[in-house]
């Protein structure tokens, strides 16, 4: 079966919404069709500020949430990122093959070093996109699903395989973007023009996982709607509510047309309702498993162990290739 790879930043305590929908919904389907390899990718949480023993304790999170979610860790290969040395030592190799204009077009890194200031902005964030191309090559992956956000970084890994399969002799895969469909994606519920991210500036406008249902339902009775007093799909003009039914569409299984009928005559409070009832029990019990796995940290380590060899394997495989040909001499 095709080879699948994909990851997510520990970078908060809990994932959020857009998470849920956009990735671990689809990781979930596709384990039964792929070999999947889903990675904490804690390597790239270092190009922001972290305390250490945060985030340690948001990657073990996040494995847990992955597992909550339905990841299963005896089917697909669920791992943290830094148990697997392959990766930084491939991100080097690929380093020296990418140019330097190259990796400053990137537009995620010109956005956030325009945020951060050059003083802030690391080498390894310049870097993080061939870490990430890195990632994806070590186990010859043919599909990476993603958030259209990371469609540039998946064209950049494709061009550093070609380039290192043409000056080298064919060794990576090259692998292919799987794009969700625009509605896979989730908009901040304070700021619905915006995607909702882990480490959105405010919280106000975040569905966290693992919060208190109390808080979610707030937050989304809160929600920013319109003046039209009318359940209708359109981004343009009502991005509020068309986030609402995109997150009520994804959740419930229903099409965007059949909700909009069934809303026709409801006021924004009820439609609010509706979808509160619906995050909320989604919720439920992945909160409950993921907190009853955080219970238990040794257990989880083990897991976590356990798939960090199945990696590993593959990995070293790919890198000893690698070293092989660019002409490292290898230690005996
Ligand atoms: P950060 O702010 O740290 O970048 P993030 O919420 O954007 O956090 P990532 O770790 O960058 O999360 O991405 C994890 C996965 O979740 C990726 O597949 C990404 O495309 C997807 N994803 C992130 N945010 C959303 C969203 N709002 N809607 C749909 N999918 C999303
Ligand atoms: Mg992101």
Redesign the pocket.
Known sequence: SPRLY????P??DS?????Y???LLQWRDLQSTHDAFFSV?DLH?LT?PNEAAELRDKTRRTAAQYIAAGIEPEKSTLYVQSHVRAHAELAWILNTITGFGEAGRMTQFKDKSARYGSDATSVGLFAYPVLMAADILLYQTNVV??????RQHIELTRDLAERFNSRYGTTFTIPEAMV?KET?????LQNPTS??????ESQAGVLWLLDDPAVNRKKIMRAVTDDEGSVRFDRETKPGVSNLLTIHSALSGRSIAELEDEFAGSGYGDFKKAIAELVLSEFEPVRARALELLDDPAELDRILSLNAEKADTVADATLSDVYDRVGLLRRR
């Open positions: 994909s990851g997510m930043q970078s908060a994932l959020q919404i857009g998470n929908i956009g990735a990718v949480a922001q699903p993603v958030g259209d956000d990371q969700q896979a994606r989730i908009y901040d995607k909702m991210s882990k480490s959105s």
